[in-house]
């Protein structure tokens, strides 16, 4: 059985097709950052199937934990860098025109192999680990290095090597003539030549040597030459491509599946640190599959920070607290308040934390949900004919269609093309629906009666600076609505806000 860090029990392929919710949540640039470089690995479908497990998900936490430390990271990451070096060479194997050239990458590919198995294990074995994923797959190879394949693999990879290391030839050149033959003692005229030189040289001169690429394809000279050095020893080139025959399909499934999954959590964790590094703080948080208990302090918004990391903008944290019936965050506030990003958010928490992945929160506390679900106000789109009202309410019905008591659910702006009256008559049925059903969901809007639909809708409010109502602080309270949210909507969409008034004046 193939063992993993990322999954406790084999699963099947994880989905290559984004989410939809990812676009809502921006989401899909959160993945593009962490993913950036690593493109080999091919990652994102890691970042598609969320686990609905809790055991899965802690499963993944104590991986996390042991890669935060250094001892264990510079260890994965230095087979990492092995491996690189086996798959390039193992391209070559494939892109290079040269039959020797070609078995030459093959058994280098092979070689460096064993290395980085072997220097896996070592270092393995001499750490504490408390993952499952890690102390398995270094069960795993004990059991690999004590193998009759992967011992024969390296030792034929060595005695190759010796043997390679053993041809000596001369290269004889003149004119365009060129000579091929076998090294029987003849005199290196190097040091000679140096010393007839010596006399010449003026002091420490800059170095105009050029270092070849390792990964340069030979030219058809060289090429020559190899033919014509392998017609001299038969025996050993013989041996080379009985190696490379024997040896197909040297590398275990395991290894290949731990380098690959390995990256998933390197490419988060390397993206985390741009941030911790900055103060904000990331943690693996408590789930729970049955308990709706919420409770997360200094929060923010992964995709947001992203975009200010670099630009010395602060970042601004917020916390939620959800308790016994509590379930539907109403929040209203002044636009631009820093709502939607509030909605984004609360989002992001309950998909990370189903990823397994540390969080952006001080601490958190959350329901691991059956599945995400968002609504975000789109443009009108010719192609179906609906207005914008319409299309937003058959967009809400497909997402109350497929949501359960074990959704999450995220509503941003809903219904602001409507009136004030249609607005709170469309909100009370579809926050009613979302209360019945037992869902948690944040509901983004300018209504602030539905803020006091029930004992199960919590208010919380965008504020601004007290004496400058016209500045945000971007964080969103716990408090009861104001009252203002659809007043300075109505006045932001007719240009009277104290900004557009004083334009206007001045």
């Known amino acids: 059985m193939v063992c993993s860090v990322l999954f406790r029990r084999p699963r099947a392929s994880a989905r290559r097709d984004e989410p939809v919710i990812f676009g809502d949540l921006n989401l899909d640039q959160v993945v593009a950052a962490v993913a950036a470089g690593r493109d080999e690995y091919d990652l994102r479908p890691f970042f598609h199937e969320p686990l609905r497990d809790v055991d899965a998900v802690e499963y993944r936490h104590r991986v996390v934990q042991d890669l935060e430390r250094d001892d264990v990271r510079s260890v994965v990451d230095e087979f990492a860098a092995l491996m690189q070096r086996v798959r390039r060479h193992l391209r070559a194997v494939q892109e290079r025109s040269s039959g020797y050239e070609r078995q030459r990458y093959f058994l280098d590919a092979a070689d460096l192999y064993c290395q980085a198995v072997t220097a896996l294990w070592s270092a393995l074995a001499r750490v504490e680990l408390a993952s499952e994923g890690l102390a398995g797959l270094r069960e795993h190879l004990a059991g690999y290095l004590g193998s009759g394949a992967i011992q024969a693999l390296a030792r034929d990879a060595g005695d190759m090597l010796d043997e390679l290391a053993a041809v000596r030839y001369c290269v004889h050149v003149r004119g365009a003539k060129v000579t091929v033959s076998r090294y029987e003692g003849q005199a290196d005229y190097t040091p000679e030549i140096v010393k007839t030189f010596a006399r010449f040289r003026q002091g420490e001169v800059a170095d ?112 939620i607290d959800l308790s016994d019936a509590e379930r539907v965050v109403v929040v209203t506030g002044p636009n631009q308040g820093g709502k939607t990003t509030f909605a984004r958010m609360f989002g992001q928490l309950h998909y990370l934390a189903a990823l397994g992945l540390p969080v952006p929160a001080r601490s958190a506390r959350l329901f691991l949900p059956d599945r995400v679900f968002t609504h975000f106000e789109r443009e009108e789109s010719l192609d179906t004919l609906h207005g914008k009202l319409e299309d937003e309410l058959v967009r809400i019905h497909d997402v109350l269609d497929h949501a359960t008591g074990d959704s999450v659910i995220v509503m941003n702006e809903t219904f602001t093309s409507t009136t004030l009256q249609d607005a709170l008559v469309l909100g009370t049925q579809i926050l009613s629906r979302i209360v019945d059903r037992d869902c948690l969901a944040v509901y983004v809007t300018f209504v602030d009666e539905l803020s006091l639909l029930s004992e199960a809708t919590v208010s919380m409010v965008g504020m601004v600076v007290p004496d400058d109502p016209a500045r945000r602080t971007f964080e969103v309270v716990r408090r009861a609505a104001d009252g203002r949210a659809y007043a300075m909507a109505l006045a932001e969409k007719y240009g009277l806000t104290y900004e557009a008034l004083r334009r206007r004046v001045g």
């Open 208 to 319: 105009y040597r050029v270092r070849l690429r390792y990964y340069q394809d030979i030219n058809h000279v060289e090429e020559w030459i190899l033919e014509r050095v392998a017609r001299l020893f038969p025996e050993t080139f013989t041996a080379l491509a009985d190696f490379c025959r024997l040896h197909v399909g040297f590398v275990d499934e395991t290894v290949t599946t731990f380098d690959r999954e390995v990256q998933f959590y390197l490419a988060y964790l390397t993206y985390m640190r741009r941030f911790t590094d900055a103060g904000l703080s990331f943690c693996c948080p408590e789930v729970s599959a049955t308990s709706k208990r919420l409770r997360v302090s200094g929060a923010f918004d992964l995709a947001l920070a992203t975009k200010l990391a670099g630009s010395g903008s602060e970042v601004v944290c917020n916390d």
